[in-house]
């Protein structure tokens, strides 16, 4: 990515992974007539992009996840541990949410249907690259299905169980949580330490039997804990990043 120039804002270095040449040309003309994005390089397979991505360490990886004979799916977790602070943005033509929901689980940040605007595209990127989570509806809806069955399965407890455990302090957590705030920005806003912060998200995620902030959020916004914005109604969610090997707290 390029860095900062006095007074001028930081460019978007995107690396594209899609297997067809066509596709990637298509992408490239696109993004670089947008003002602050760059794209840094392209692959076709799993090998070229995990070299690309380690010479280039792009911001933002565009990922299709049907690469010839191989699964993008695969290739998240490689790519999370090779660019340390990449966002991958999974772009595909199949509306598979299962798998779509795989590869949110796995660590990307958000997933777009080729199918969607150039301007929808651009706007996802630029969520996340601002520290947002971007979901398609329909992979959110996905989300809460799958959420409400492992909340609700055998030996759990009940869901107003679990929230009436909350404390006012973890509340508000939740809330700022759900408004995109890192553990850093929500110690600055409730006046407390990083550590309190990671010891109440240690408590809430608990308590209501949740892994990481992605199924808090849905969690939250599912059972009224955070309003439910008109935001996600234009297929988005806030949340910073909460990828697996990395901590969520």
């Given at each position: ?104 689980r796995l660590g ?26 971007w979901l398609d ?108 090997g990395r901590s969520?707290?």
């Amino acid at each position: 990515m390029t860095p900062n120039t006095q007074g001028s804002p930081a460019t978007i270095g995107i690396l594209l992974i899609d297997d067809h040449a066509v596709v990637r040309a298509a992408l490239r003309c696109l993004l670089e007539r947008q003002p602050g994005i760059m794209v840094v390089g392209e692959a076709a397979t799993r090998a070229e992009a995990v070299l690309i991505a380690s010479r280039e360490q792009p911001e933002i990886i565009l990922l299709d996840l049907c690469l010839q004979e191989e699964s993008g799916l695969d290739l998240i977790p490689e790519l999370l541990a090779t660019v340390e602070d990449t966002k991958i943005l999974v772009l595909t033509g199949v509306q598979n949410p299962a798998e779509h929901e795989q590869a949110m689980r796995l660590g990307a940040m958000g997933v777009v249907y080729k199918q969607a605007s150039a301007d929808m595209l651009i706007k996802a990127i630029c969520r996340i690259s601002a520290g947002e989570i971007w979901l398609d509806r329909r992979v959110t809806a996905s989300l809460v299905v799958g959420l409400r069955r492992d909340l609700r399965a055998p030996g759990s407890s009940a869901v107003s169980d679990k929230g009436s455990q909350l404390t006012g302090r973890e509340r508000e957590i939740i809330s700022l949580v759900g408004e995109g705030l890192k553990n850093k920005q929500i110690a600055d806003r409730l006046c407390i330490s990083e550590a309190t912060v990671r010891h109440h998200l240690t408590s809430i995620l608990k308590k209501l039997d949740v892994s990481d902030r992605l199924e808090l959020l849905i969690f939250a916004y599912q059972h009224n804990l955070i309003p439910l914005k008109q935001d996600i109604a234009r297929e988005k969610v806030k949340s910073p990043p909460a990828v697996s090997g990395r901590s969520v707290h």
